[in-house]
């Protein structure tokens, strides 16, 4: 079994979903947080977009090294800037991964803490990983927004808030 056609199909699918929840972003409640450890809301949604990089970058390095700087927060204050980043993040790795073949999945990748690997994955385990973190993220961004009321797109069928299963 190949596995870039389902991660093309994936990335897709999730952009999707996730453009529908950044419609909804709140503005005006970019520093909201459920808790003095929660992200702010629009930290939380700038990393999401971010992620949708990801590939791109996983394909393009071998490492992610937080101790040299290779990370640089992207800070963002509105929800056109979001829907931006999400667009041009996702269309560049969509790019990406219409250009690989499946063996340059089998690369290695790694988060790193100058020496210390914090993480290491082949670079198809990587970008499942990222797609993992979209889905794990975009439901705490769900909570935020069920806490103040905004009404919830659905993810991967109707939410409480569409259709039939309206309350």
């Known amino acids: 079994m190949e596995n870039l056609p389902q991660l093309r199909k994936e990335l897709t699918e999730e952009y999707e979903t996730t453009k529908r929840f950044f419609a909804e972003f709140p503005e ?34 071998e490492k992610l090294d937080f101790a040299a700087g290779d990370y640089k927060p992207t800070f963002l204050n509105s929800r056109a800037e979001l829907l931006e980043k999400l667009e041009n993040d996702y269309q560049k790795s969509r790019e ?27 670079k198809y ?3 499942r990983h990222a797609l993992n973190q979209v889905t794990h993220h975009r439901a705490q961004l769900g909570v935020y927004y069920r806490l103040n009321d905004i009404p919830l797109p659905g993810s991967y069928g109707p939410s409480a808030d569409e259709g039939d299963f309206a309350i």
């Open 28 to 61: 005006g409640m970019n520093d909201y947080a459920p808790h003095e450890k929660s992200m702010k809301l629009m930290s939380l949604a700038t990393h999401i977009a971010e992620i949708f990089g990801w590939p791109d970058f996983m394909m393009n390095t």
């Open 125 to 127: 385990g990587a970008i």
């Open 96 to 122: 990406t991964l219409e250009k690989i073949k499946e063996e340059d999945l089998e690369g290695h990748w790694s988060i790193n803490m100058g020496e210390k690997v914090i993480n290491a994955f082949c």
